[in-house]
């Protein structure tokens, strides 16, 4: 991406400017100053100087780009594939080992369609916790240059793990037939070694910022997943680099009882391996424990909260109210397509408010302004871009959207935030900007051929389909154990609810 986009100087005139600190429902208006990507000036009128580009924004709302705290590009062709499924099931289906190595041209097709949805609906900065199959610098770099190439920040992990087993192993027979017992329990895969020296080798390799607008963060993909020395590499990788770290921990009810059984603790295996600290962050966090809660409170670790895929795959509402009020800060994000089928933090935020209906009835502190902080200021701070980005003030990237308030969504204009949470999908979106660099514009892409882009889609999606296809049916084995399996997970008690109704929940 080249930096005379970033470089331009523009000037926002006339449109309400989102303050999270000010009047969340009237915003005032005024103009905003960008210069080298960064906002300048913000003040009730700047004349323009001389050559800026000037966008009008009268009757529009600028707010501060989202922040998609988490999401895996590599299955963005599944969007669509598959109905709702408990987590081992769709795991059995989705793991990108049973699909081969694919080819660079699908590699950054994919990329892009993510990236591209993305920027539509207002989200400018990602976390993708990448599984990169096969492990090999060509496909890495192949993604890092489509990302570059749609323009959107990038919080870029790749995902280790040096336990192939399924998370429900632990709750299974053993006496299952071999060609399923294998497939369930695993068999050796890439060493703790060899995942620690690849992530290494790559920071090393591309610097600690690959491209413009990608920085590091790591991701051993589970606590139960990865060795003890898997996991303490990645903590020694932490301190040296500064670099955050997610892991995917306690997101449904059978690794929460696997732990059990096995009498461990998730967080505690991250605590031993020196990971436990406020560059840490849990994805989901559905079934964490009220000490578990007060082990990340102490350690002022975050969670990022997936609703969208939470419920598509059984898991669980997770404990919102809880985290808030233990002071565990929560930011946002959208998982998989083949899971979640969408990246949109407009469907998040309203999840985000909405889902603690179901374990009170009493009102609750999570307001619409308290969703669009974590969907900016919290998914800062989890990609350890605090007081850089999730904010419009001087100093700060200019990455924000502009919403034209003559949209459904906004007539009548009452509240900013409100709407933005409870109305908005992304819809009104007219303009983004990424590091001052304008990405969209008159709701088009400026940096991708949509078009073009979804013609290519088209040309190799059937092959993909067929893929899934074999795969369900290479799987069709499993899926009765797996289902078993799972309702055996309701004989183990672990004193905590995240369902309403259905089989006993503690």
């Known amino acids: 991406m080249t930096d005379a986009g970033q470089n331009a ?34 003040a009730p009128h700047i004349d323009a100087p001389a050559g800026a580009q000037v966008i009008d924004a009268t009757n529009k709302l600028v707010a501060p780009g989202l922040v998609n705290a988490h999401y895996h590009s590599h299955d963005v062709l599944m969007r669509g594939m598959f109905e709702e499924a408990p987590f081992d099931i769709w795991t059995s289906y989705t793991g990108a080992a049973g699909y081969g190595t694919r080819t660079h041209r699908e590699v950054r097709i994919r990329t892009l369609i993510g990236a591209a949805e993305m920027l539509r609906n207002g989200i400018t900065t990602v976390q993708d916790f990448l599984t990169l199959y096969p492990v090999e610098e060509a496909y890495l770099d192949t993604v890092l240059s489509a990302y570059d190439e749609a323009g959107i920040r990038v919080n870029f992990a790749i995902a280790a793990r040096d336990k192939s087993q399924l998370d429900i192993s632990p ?27 690849f992530v290494a080798g790559q920071i090393k390799r591309l610097g600690m910022a690959p491209k413009k607008l990608i920085t590091w963060a790591l991701a051993p993909s589970a606590p139960q997943r990865c060795s003890p020395e898997l996991l303490a590499g990645m903590a020694a990788l932490s301190r040296e680099h500064k670099l955050p770290v997610f892991t995917h921990v306690y997101e449904t009810r059978p690794q929460a009882a696997a732990a059990k059984v096995q009498s461990i603790s998730l967080l505690e295996l991250l605590k031993t391996a020196g990971l436990l600290n406020e560059r840490l962050n849990l994805v989901h966090g559905v079934w964490l424990s009220p000490s578990d809660i007060e082990m990340l409170a102490a350690a002022r670790a975050r969670v990022v909260h997936n609703p969208i895929s939470n419920l598509k795959l059984k898991s669980g509402a997770a404990p919102i109210l809880d985290l808030h009020k233990a002071g565990v800060e929560v930011a946002l994000g959208c998982d998989n397509y083949s899971c979640a089928e969408t990246q949109n933090i407009f469907i998040a935020m309203k999840m985000l408010c909405l889902l603690p209906a179901i374990t009170s009835p009493e009102p609750h502190p999570v307001t619409a302004a308290l969703a669009l902080k974590a969907a900016t200021l919290t998914g800062a701070k989890a990609v350890n871009m605090e007081g850089q980005i999730g904010a419009l003030k001087p100093g700060m990237a200019a990455d924000l959207m502009i919403l034209d308030l003559n949209e459904p969504s906004f007539v009548p204009f009452n509240s900013a935030s409100r709407q933005l949470v409870f109305s908005e999908c992304g819809g009104s979106i007219d303009t983004v900007l990424v590091a001052g660099r304008p990405v969209v514009r008159g709701r088009k892409l400026a940096t991708i051929d949509e078009a073009k882009l979804a013609a290519e889609a088209g040309e190799i999606s059937p092959a993909f389909r067929r893929d899934v296809e074999a795969q369900i049916k290479r799987s069709a084995d499993l899926v009765a154990p797996l289902l078993e399996g799972n309702r055996k997970v309701w004989s183990t008690e672990l004193g905590i609810a995240r369902y309403i109704g259905g089989p006993k929940n503690s």
């Open 9 to 42: 100087t523009i000037l926002i005139r006339g449109g309400r400017i989102y303050d999270h600190d000010g009047d969340v429902h009237q915003p005032a208006t005024g103009d905003i100053l960008i210069s080298a990507g960064r906002i300048e000036r913000i």
């Open 171 to 197: 709750l299974m027979a053993k006496d299952l037939p071999e060609a399923i017992r294998d497939r369930i329990f695993g068999k050796p895969g890439r060493t703790a070694q060899q995942e620690l020296d």
